[in-house]
């Protein structure tokens, strides 16, 4: 980073020269430090930021193209221009090879000189300067990226890569809120998933007072130091849909004094534009929910049911896993709809969503196929479970008395089918329709349950 006053390194073993340049560069304004020898140089350029080296090519010790090289492999590196008593074509080219910005020969016009150095720093201004409008643009193009993805499994991981690199840290995860309450880790970088939880659950009632990218308070220190974590070097951002705190972005071992390393303005640009994206997501996956959620029941729909199942095959082929697809039909719901109105039979469909969801686990998915059908993918499900599932659906429901809050509890049954992926088949279509054939095959006697292998033959 070049400073208002730009800070300048003369290195010479002959204080006369030494003297010269120091009363020159001060009468230009430049803040000016002053070696007699290389090594003292390159000592001082490994502590201090230079941003102009102005140095004899030959010295006892390490000479002026030694401190030139030492200077090149900093991470800023300053310019340097060589200084000679004693020219030659090769020793300027070789000076120019290393990295040198430009060559001086002894003796030289003191203007030469000022005009030299005000010409070098004015070139290393405008490549600064450019170099910063560089990143503007990367970091405007990267912040309009992430704040454009509505798929939040895509948007969460890239967002930590980002904030990691960002921060320069090396660990790091993220998560969301299940039910606005239960963290689900969404990603991870270098660190186990138990200790990912751990430091979570250690920051999640801090990070829910949080406005933007901050610091965990002192009081979760210890907690921290248990994980092999220090305060300072953690920063959190949580990710808000409105002002309900959904889930948060935490990168740890970020550097020492990031303030001073990394542009805060640019690095909370970013962290807005993260946010942004992420509450952009929340109303697409809120959207998507309406759309394909049933409105009675609050069961995913038919549509829905399409996706998941093409979901869940790929899913099973990639990990060579096993499910089930279950197909439910009340048996004499008109009954209660004659009986007692369509209102009725709503409601009474809506308990059955309720006893549905009481029946599967969560990761299973349910569906309200249409009218009084239902449907189920049971996840790492073969057939002998898929049929234990069933039955327990099948006896909940054959035990249930409907609309007893109506003071008209009324009783129906269910007929199930399912067919299991890859045993019957490993195409959706065959399966939805052997799941389908076998639920028919049902219906015959009614509150039964039937799989693949019941399907009469002449089917």
């Not at 930590?160 to 960002?166: A, F, K, P, Q, V």
């Not at 248990?226 to 071992?253: A, F």
């Not at 060579?320 to 709503?346: P, V």
Request: aromatic share 6%; proline share 3%; hydrophobic share 40%.
């Amino acid at each position: 980073m070049i400073l208002d006053q730009p800070n300048i390194l003369i290195v010479d073993d002959e204080l006369f020269f030494r003297k010269l340049y120091r009363d020159l560069l001060l009468e230009e304004g430049y803040h000016v430090d002053v070696c007699d020898n290389g090594d003292d140089a390159i000592a001082l350029l490994q502590q201090r930021q230079i941003d102009l080296v102005l140095t004899d090519m030959v010295m006892p010790g390490r000479n002026g193209l030694e401190v030139l090289r030492a200077a090149r492999v900093l991470s800023n590196p300053p310019d340097v221009i060589l200084v000679t008593g004693h020219a030659s074509l090769e020793s300027a080219i070789d000076a120019l090879k290393n990295g040198a910005r430009d060559y001086l020969v002894k003796p030289f016009n003191p203007e030469e000189l000022k005009h030299l150095v005000r010409n070098c720093l004015d070139q290393r201004k405008l490549l600064t300067e450019n170099d910063h409008l560089r990143r503007q643009i990367h970091l405007f193009q990267t912040g309009q990226s992430l704040s454009s993805l509505i798929d939040l499994d895509r948007l969460i991981p890239q967002a930590l890569d980002i904030l990691l690199r960002e921060t320069k840290a090396s660990v790091g995860c993220a998560f969301t809120l299940n039910d606005g309450l239960t963290p689900s880790l969404a990603g991870l970088k270098n660190i186990p998933a138990e200790f990912a939880e751990q430091l979570v659950g250690a920051l999640l009632p801090q990070m829910d007072e949080l406005v933007g990218l901050g610091q965990p308070g002192g009081d979760v220190a210890a907690k921290l130091i248990k994980l092999q974590q220090r305060r300072e070097r953690v920063w959190m951002l949580p990710l808000r849909d409105g002002d309900v705190l959904k889930g948060g972005i935490i990168v740890c071992d970020v550097v020492d004094n990031l303030a001073v390393t990394v542009p805060l303005g640019d690095l909370r640009y970013l962290c807005d534009q993260v946010a942004l994206g992420f509450e952009n997501a929340c109303r697409y996956q809120d959207a998507q929910e309406m759309m394909y959620t049933d409105d009675l029941t609050g069961l995913y729909n038919h549509r829905y049911m399409q996706i998941s199942l093409s979901r869940e095959i790929r899913r099973s082929q990639r990990y060579g896993l096993k499910f089930s697809l279950l197909f439910l039909d009340l048996d004499r719901f008109k009954e209660i709809n004659d009986a007692y109105g369509h209102l009725a039979g709503s409601a009474a469909l809506q308990e059955v969503g309720h006893l549905l969801i009481d029946c599967v686990r969560d990761v299973d998915t349910l569906f309200r196929f249409g009218g009084d059908e239902f449907a189920a993918i049971l996840v790492e499900t073969d057939d002998t479970t898929a049929r234990i599932v069933a039955e327990r659906i099948r006896s909940v429901i054959e035990a249930h008395a409907f609309l007893k809050e109506r003071e008209t509890p009324s009783y129906v049954t269910v007929t199930a089918g399912f067919s299991t992926f890859p045993t019957d088949s490993t195409e959706k279509e065959e399966l939805l329709d052997l799941a389908d054939q076998a639920m028919y095959a049902g219906k015959t006697t009614r509150n039964v349950i039937c799989g693949v292998v019941d399907i009469p033959k002449d089917k």
